[in-house]
């Protein structure tokens, strides 16, 4: 009876530990936040890392898991939030009030930076690499790269959108330069596409850039520039804006 008895105890333990040994592996990872101005940086047993920085004048928090790493800084008001899981890796960077927010997961490579009240977002995932570079007042940058696409955002102009979205191998690049305030930009390129949609120099610009299957498709709003659509083999390619418009199916 005794003996019975103990091996039921042994066996609920056991059944305990097995219901039990998702829930810890799932819980691991780090967690940082300088949000109080004070440096943070921690470490996990799974490979995680994550480090902030900032002066306590705006939130600055970094979550990693599954062997990610993911770092934040924020200074004179600026805002970031780093989030890496998945083994992906995400840094994001504010000032100047200024809001910043990198999201990478799966081997993802994600870097989100924002300037002088810009907003910058940057997601990556299964090896992409998104990167949104901010620094107008006003500027809202997106960018979303996925299955080793590249994402890449440089936004300068004064409220201006810009959207760059890459998966399967594609290319894509936004653009707009400080002259070109007020202007909205969208660059997608997907399967080994090559995407860019550019604003120079003409405020209120527009440029819509798309690229798929091996395409590629500039657009342009200098004047001296004209949009190129080349199809490739078997891609399409197309774009429409101010730096006028092409077509190739």
């Given amino acids: 009876m005794i003996a019975a008895r103990r091996i039921g105890v042994i066996l609920s333990a056991f059944l305990l530990l097995i219901a039990l040994a998702p829930r810890v592996a799932f819980s691991a990872g780090v967690s940082c936040d300088s949000s109080d101005g004070l440096p943070d940086s921690k470490s ?21 898991s599954g062997g990610g790493s993911a770092s934040a800084t924020g200074f004179t008001g600026g805002a970031a939030i780093a989030k890496a899981s998945g083994k992906g890796s995400a840094e994001a960077d504010a000032q100047n009030n200024g809001f910043a927010q990198a999201t990478a997961r799966s081997g993802g490579s994600s870097l989100a930076s924002a300037n002088f009240s810009g907003n910058s977002d940057a997601v990556s995932e299964k090896n992409g690499s998104a990167e949104a570079m901010t620094t107008g007042s006003g500027a809202i940058s997106k ?96 774009v429409t804006g101010t730096g006028g418009n092409c077509h190739a199916p």
């Fill in 44 to 64: 996990a047993s799974d490979g995680s890392s994550c480090d902030t920085n900032g002066d306590g004048t705006a939130s600055v928090k970094a979550n990693a």
């Fill in 143 to 238: 960018a979303s790269a996925g299955r080793g696409g590249s994402a890449d955002i440089n936004n300068e102009g004064d409220n201006s959108n810009a959207t760059a979205i890459a998966d399967t191998g594609g290319a894509a690049e936004a653009d707009v330069a400080s002259a070109a305030e007020g202007s909205t930009v969208k660059a997608t390129a997907l399967k080994k596409g090559a995407a860019q949609a550019f604003c120079g120099v003409t405020t209120h610009c527009m440029e819509t850039v798309k690229a798929l299957h091996g395409a590629a498709a500039q657009g342009s709003d200098t004047g001296s520039n004209k949009a190129v659509c080349d199809r490739g083999k078997h891609g399409t390619a197309k």
